[in-house]
């Protein structure tokens, strides 16, 4: 995608340029590129809290084996031919009704009330529900950026408590237990590390099953495979991680292993342009203020880390007044609204960056216009540009 002629088609109209652009494209051929990697054991599903854009969505539907989502509203805007998944900490009784309603594959169970809950929901509707246990595993967890399970957090069944849920689901009439569900952190960015989590996912599973008697079916490793964002150019190495899944063909058996994969599918298909509108100092320190912001783009001030940035340099300035620049020093990239919390790049090295020049913030696919506030001081939106060629 050549995204400096598409923005300067932009930079010519009379508004400040802000916009995000997706490389439909590249996204296709990386998440069919991440399928042909995988082993036949495992299914790769996407994550659809990551983007729940409805183009990303119907791009990934033909390549991927189905969508996992968290939400009533998420389900509606994956259903279609591709399997659901749903899972979520805290569950509206419609929800769960829609999930077993739609006939959905699985509903993570994240605790006792939860499972009883579920048991009603499909007993009301005269079906039985299938349904995965998910565990907060008490150690052997990969350290990662965000830590779901292997510490104590809202998420999961603690897995001293599985062998109780496991004897009372047995003892339900309309809840099916099919396996486990295992999704421990984000953003993890060691490939081997991942392997050996999903090697402890299966035994546990298998060790649970045994025990008590399953017609185990699935083993989901959930996500969290990250995108380095202070260090792109080492990116997660999904080959090694591709080629780990494959040592563990004899370990899964019949076993189905499910991926959801989010952030690591769509990150890279997505970029946030925008258009500096003043390059200023303060305290001896240079700032750059562009249209747009955290408002648009949140996980920087919500990580408190620079997000990776490139400069197109725009060389027409029609003001007759000097034009604002940094050279050759640190410069912090903010946005434009009233609060010091709205920065996107923090005291980074530039070479030049004027006033009228564009800033592209890159790895912007997953977990940033729609996790954003958009509200805040009625700004304009920016425009979404997709490019399919």
């Known amino acids: 995608m050549d995204i400096e002629k598409i923005i300067n088609e932009k930079h010519r109209e009379t508004e400040p340029v802000c916009a995000y652009v997706y490389d439909l494209q590249q996204l296709k051929t990386h998440a069919a590129s991440l399928k042909a990697g995988l082993p036949d054991f495992c299914e790769l599903y996407y994550a659809v809290k990551a983007n729940p854009d409805p183009i990303i969505l119907e791009a990934l539907a033909p ?6 989502t968290a939400s009533e509203g998420e389900m509606e805007k994956a259903e279609g031919e591709r399997p659901l998944l749903f899972g979520a900490p805290a569950k509206k009784d419609r929800e769960i009704a829609s999930a077993v309603e739609k006939g959905i594959r699985y509903i993570n169970v994240e605790s006792l009330h939860d499972l009883y809950r579920i048991n009603e929901a499909a007993g009301n509707a005269g079906k039985v529900m299938p349904v995965l246990l998910r565990v907060n595993l008490r150690k052997d967890v990969p350290e990662s950026h965000h830590m779901m399970s292997g510490t104590a957090t809202q998420f999961g069944i603690d897995e001293y408590q599985i062998p109780d849920c496991l004897n009372t689901a047995d003892r339900l009439d309309h809840v099916d237990v099919k396996g ?11 490939a081997r590390k991942h392997v050996a989590f999903t090697a402890l996912c299966i035994q546990k599973a298998k060790d649970w099953a045994g025990t008590f008697q399953l017609d185990l079916e699935t083993v989901d490793v959930g996500g969290g495979i990250g995108v380095n964002y202070w260090d792109p150019d080492d990116p997660f190495d999904w080959p090694i991680f591709a080629a780990g899944l494959h040592q563990l063909e004899e ?4 076993l189905t292993v499910i991926l959801e994969l989010g952030r690591y599918m769509t990150a890279e298909c997505g970029s946030y342009v925008t258009e500096v509108l003043d390059v200023k100092e303060n305290h001896d320190k240079a700032f750059a203020l562009v249209r747009g912001g955290s408002h648009h783009l949140r996980l920087p001030a ?3 880390m620079s997000h990776p940035f490139r400069i197109i340099p725009v060389e027409k300035w ?3 007044w000097p034009r604002p620049h940094v050279a050759g020093r640190d410069v912090t990239i903010t946005g434009e609204l009233c609060t010091p919390n709205d920065v996107l790049v923090r005291a980074v090295k530039v070479d030049t960056l004027r006033a009228g020049d564009l800033v592209v913030f890159d790895y912007a696919g997953a977990y940033a216009w729609t996790i954003s506030h958009h509200e805040f001081l009625s700004h304009p939106e920016p425009q979404m540009i997709y490019v399919d060629e």
Do not use: Q, R, T, Y
Not at 251 to 254: Q, T, V
């Open 180 to 190: 486990f569900h295992f999704h421990a952190m984000s953003n993890n960015l060691d």
């Open 318 to 320: 029609k003001k007759s």
């Open 63 to 68: 390549i991927i084996d189905g969508f996992d």
């Open 251 to 254: 370990e899964a058996g019949d």
């Open 302 to 304: 919500a990580w408190k």
